[in-house]
């Protein structure tokens, strides 16, 4: 996705992490400008994402990042639109309270790490982008796949878990999280 300003600029790494702060490293503390067009990559990319999975509105937007306790991975192209860059795609990652049911139909509290939104630009699905992306997240929050929630999963994203982490066996919930066989290993039951 193309925007009429440098990516390279605002993003200087390929793959970015965002948070609440909405600050992408030393650079934009303290620079609205930047802020204000990094905010506008976001929200474009979150609308692109909600019209893929056919969502009544954008799950994912700067003002919704800056009062959410969530992380956001940004990938980039830094080569494409003249040497100005373009946004790729992004991974929204955050915890919740969730009440589950394990493989014996037995309630669980946890707070798993969630994914709640991913999505990368149709032209550059199946690139490896999202493996990229996914395993990048993975490293930085210390985490396995089997250990996470995924909030409703669309049918590519079911498919890409189960081609690159072998997620094939999920527990059927009461709720719209998919979560699979690993995550109840060494939970105990609640009340
Ligand atoms: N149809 C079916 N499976 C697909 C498709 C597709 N069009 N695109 C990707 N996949 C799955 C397949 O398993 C594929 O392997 P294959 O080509 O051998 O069949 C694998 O992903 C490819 O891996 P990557 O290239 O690393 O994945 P990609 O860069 O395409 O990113 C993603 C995956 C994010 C799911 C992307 O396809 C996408 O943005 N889809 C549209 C939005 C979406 O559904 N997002 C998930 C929402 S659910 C949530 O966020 C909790």
Known sequence: MEFPFDINNIFPEKITILDQTL??????????????????????????????????????????????????????????????????????????????????????EAEPLCVLDFYITESLQRHGYGLELFDFMLQHKQVEPALMAYDRPSAKFLSFLAKHYCLTQSVPQVNNFVVYDGFFLNKSVGQ
Not at 48 to 54: E, I, T
Not at 91 to 106: C, I, S, T
Request: hydrophobic residues 35%; contains cysteine; proline residues 3%.
């Open 23 to 108: 600050v992408s490293g030393d650079k934009s503390t303290g620079r609205p400008d930047l802020q204000s067009k990094m905010a506008s990559v976001i929200d474009e990319l979150g609308k692109a994402s909600s019209k893929a999975q056919q969502l009544p509105a954008p799950i994912t937007s700067a003002c919704k990042l800056q009062s959410n306790r969530h992380y956001l991975y940004l990938i980039k192209d830094e080569t494409s639109n003249g040497g100005h860059g373009a946004g790729v795609g992004f991974l929204k990652v955050g915890y919740k309270k969730l009440f589950l049911l394990n493989q014996r139909g037995a309630h669980i």
